[in-house]
C-alpha cells in the first residue's frame, strides 16, 4: 500500500486519541486548588430493599408493594411515589469537603439496604456533614431534602 494511506491511518488514529483524551478531561471536574469539589455520589449501586432513618423510619418492600414504618404504626405507600423518589434521588449532587479526620465515625443517620444483601451507611456529624462509607465528608441539600421526603410519601390509595 501506498505511504499516503498509512500517512491517513496514522493521523486518523491520533485525531481519535486527541478527541478521547478531551472528552475525558472535560468529563473530569477539576476542583478549584484548595476549594471543595463538586461530585454526584450514587447511593444506588443496585435496587434499594430498604432503607432505615436513625429517627426509627423505615421504608422497605415486601413483594412489589411498598411500606413505611414510623410511630409504631404502618403503612402501605403508593409505589409509584416511592419508585418516582428512588429514581430522583439515587445519585445526589454533593460538594466534597475533604476526609473524615478522625478514626471515629459519627453516629449513623441512615442505612441503605440492597437486594443484593449489601448496605451502606450513612453518617452525620455535628455540623450537619454527611459522611460517606469510604469517610468523605461532604453536604448535600438534594440529600437533605430527599431524606425529609421520606416521612411524606404519600400513602397508597
Known amino acids: ?19 478521547v ?8 471536574k477539576t476542583p478549584k486548588p484548595g476549594g471543595p ?24 418492600q415486601v413483594g412489589i408493594n411498598w411500606f413505611r414504618e414510623m410511630d409504631g404504626g ?3 405507600l403508593a409505589p409509584v411515589a416511592v419508585e418516582k423518589w428512588l429514581s430522583r434521588n439515587c445519585q445526589v449532587s454533593a460538594v466534597v469537603n475533604g476526609v ?14 440492597y437486594v443484593d444483601g449489601e448496605a451502606l451507611e450513612l453518617y452525620q456529624r455535628a455540623d450537619n456533614h454527611y459522611v460517606f462509607w469510604d469517610f468523605k465528608v461532604f453536604e448535600s441539600p438534594q440529600l437533605d431534602q430527599a431524606l425529609k421526603e421520606l416521612a411524606t410519601l404519600p400513602a397508597a390509595p
Open 100 to 113: 473524615l479526620d478522625s478514626l471515629s465515625p459519627p453516629p449513623v443517620l441512615a442505612t441503605f439496604s
Open 21 to 28: 483524551v478531551l472528552i475525558s478531561h472535560l468529563k473530569t
Open 74 to 76: 404502618r403503612q402501605e
Open 37 to 60: 469539589a463538586r461530585a454526584s455520589l450514587k447511593l444506588c449501586h443496585t435496587r434499594i430493599s430498604k432503607i432505615e432513618l436513625h429517627s426509627g423510619l423505615k421504608i422497605y
Open 1 to 19: 500500500m501506498p505511504a499516503k494511506y498509512w500517512f491517513r491511518v496514522f493521523f486518523m488514529c491520533l485525531s481519535l486519541v486527541g478527541v
